[in-house]
């Protein structure tokens, strides 16, 4: 199963025994994400996926609303869209690492463009992933690189 907005149709929502047998749980700690998309179907099924797997998650579907967020809760990890509708989500990056320095970023993008990539990067993202995703692959990386800023 990918994230994807033809993923959430249906009674199960797209997922599947395997999914299950193939996921990474969160660290016994459960640590906080903040989920930054502007397209609420997305924005309910990564926040499900999470919540499914331990972790506690707020979320943001623009830039103001995602400062404000981190600036109250504290996450541990950022996952971010690139295209918040007129915003950039990239713009999110060095505002979150300010607020806390130590947050994962991991940005999440349609958008196949290596420009992107790039720039998401030298802004101090520490993954960047390509949608639609796998669920457990999204997990993965994010618990990698939780446990690698530890």
């Known amino acids: 199963m990918s994230l994807s907005l033809a993923s959430r149709r249906g009674p199960t929502r ?17 640590p906080r994400v903040l989920v930054i998309d502007d397209d609420p179907d997305l924005l309910e ?7 499914l797997r ?9 830039l103001r609303s995602a400062l404000e967020e981190a600036a109250s ?9 690139v295209k918040l ?4 989500g990239l713009d999110a990056i060095p505002e979150l690492k300010r607020i806390q320095p130590q947050m994962c970023c991991l940005v999440l ?21 390509f949608k639609p995703i796998e669920p457990g692959a999204l997990i993965r ?3 990698a690189r939780l446990s690698a800023s530890e």
Not at 57 to 62: N, P, S
Not at 85 to 88: H, T
Request: charged content about 25%; aromatic content about 8%.
């Open 45 to 51: 099924a990564l926040q499900e996926l999470l919540e």
């Open 109 to 129: 993008t349609a958008y196949r463009d290596a420009a992107y990539a790039k720039l998401a990067f030298e802004l101090g993202a520490d993954d960047f992933l």
């Open 141 to 143: 990386s994010l618990v």
């Open 85 to 88: 509708g007129k915003e950039n």
């Open 54 to 62: 331990g972790f506690a998650v707020c979320v943001a579907t623009d």
């Open 14 to 30: 797209g997922r599947t025994a395997t999914d299950h047998q193939d996921s990474v749980a969160a660290p016994r700690e459960q």
């Open 73 to 81: 809760h504290s996450p541990s990890a950022a996952l971010i869209d």
